[in-house]
């Protein structure tokens, strides 16, 4: 990756806004914040605009309150004011939902910094790889080859988060040695591993407890040896436990975990639509299942959004989709 480029669109640039897509998990707001400690050490305006509220466990990974939720008033301008866009750990503008109009239409200069397959052309200066298992590690790099700052705790506790997400905790595939490594070097920083996973994953609501109850009583198997396996999230479910969209990450890979299933998908109905989450074992490329559907992600980790509103109506389509790839 030419990260010499990158090195000098933060030196010679003065204001940045940063962002990252709907529905932010640790690797989008730990890469957003790695990448603000960056441009604050180098002197910069930074802005970080998001289109979803932060989610309350990772409130941690912004001490200083830099995050905002977008408003199209508040901030329509901004995306005009400042020298360069930065998106962070998403590669197609529909990822950022009701901005995609301002960002598109901005005509000042748009970084990508992303590791996800499939990137649409939307951007001038794409840094996207997907062999690196979280947009934190292409920091880490870019820090590390350009020596553009030093690391400190806290850019290392937002790489860290960044990875240790994105690896499922150091078991996924792309956990390589090399990874460890990284991750080594950030604990020499004063990153406690402990302390970041309980504050990620163990101090959940007890909504989100009674959500996951929910959730793992609509199991359903389904398809060729019972090789995939389901969960439907419904409004009322929502209502019911009083958790909300984001108390649903992980849920999928409980779906995933029953021996011999395949495929695992979550079904989430929405205020506006509904949203599927695909995870897959081995070589089952759930990216291209999710690409049928306007979708994408990674060979193993992957969703889709749809408009309308009845799960119902597509769940037969969607499954029957996804029963070709069992076979492969
Ligand atoms: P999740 O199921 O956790 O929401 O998302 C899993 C992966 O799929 C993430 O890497 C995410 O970037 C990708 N993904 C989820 N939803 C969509 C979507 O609607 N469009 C695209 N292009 N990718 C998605
Ligand atoms: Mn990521």
Do not use: W
Not at 148 to 159: F, M, R, T, V
Not at 287 to 312: M, Y
Request: glycine share 6%; charged share 25%.
């Amino acid at each position: 990756m030419e990260f010499k480029q990158l090195k000098s669109i933060f030196e010679n640039n003065d204001s940045f806004l940063i962002t990252t897509h709907v529905n932010p998990d640790a690797d989008a707001i730990g890469s957003e914040t790695a990448v603000y400690y960056i441009l604050k050490k180098l002197g910069k305006h930074v802005f970080i605009i998001n289109y979803s509220p932060l989610p309350y466990n990772l409130t941690f990974l912004d001490p200083e309150n830099k995050i905002e939720t977008y408003s199209s008033e508040k901030h329509d301008k901004l995306f005009n004011d400042v020298d360069v866009l930065i998106c962070v750990d998403f590669n197609r503008s529909d990822r950022i939902v009701t901005m995609q109009p301002a960002f598109v239409s901005s005509n000042k200069i748009k970084v990508c910094i992303d590791h996800h397959q499939d990137p649409e052309n939307f951007v001038d200066f794409p840094f996207i790889d997907d062999s690196y298992c979280a947009t934190g590690e292409i920091i880490y790099d870019f820090i590390k080859k350009t020596g553009i700052i030093s690391l400190d705790k806290n850019i290392s506790e937002a790489i860290y988060a960044a990875i240790m997400t994105d690896t499922g905790s150091f078991r996924f595939e792309r956990t390589s040695s090399n990874i460890h490594i990284i991750a080594a070097e950030l604990l020499s920083f004063g990153v406690i591993p402990g302390e970041v996973y309980d504050k990620i994953y163990e101090r959940g609501k007890f909504s989100r407890i009674k959500l996951l109850g929910s959730a793992l009583a609509s199991m359903k198997l389904y398809g060729k040896d019972d090789g995939l396996c389901y969960m439907v999230i419904t409004q009322n479910t929502f209502g019911e436990t009083k958790a909300e969209e984001f108390d649903t990450d992980g849920f999928v890979n409980f779906a995933l975990s029953v021996e011999g299933v395949k495929i695992g998908m979550m079904f989430v109905e929405l205020k506006e639509g509904f949203k599927v989450s695909f995870r897959s074992k081995g070589s089952i490329p759930v990216n291209k299942l999710a690409a049928e559907f306007d979708g994408g992600g990674h060979v193993n980790a992957s969703g889709a959004r749809f408009h309308i509103k009845n799960i119902n109506e597509m769940l037969p389509i969607i499954l029957s989709a996804a029963e070709k790839y069992l076979k492969l």
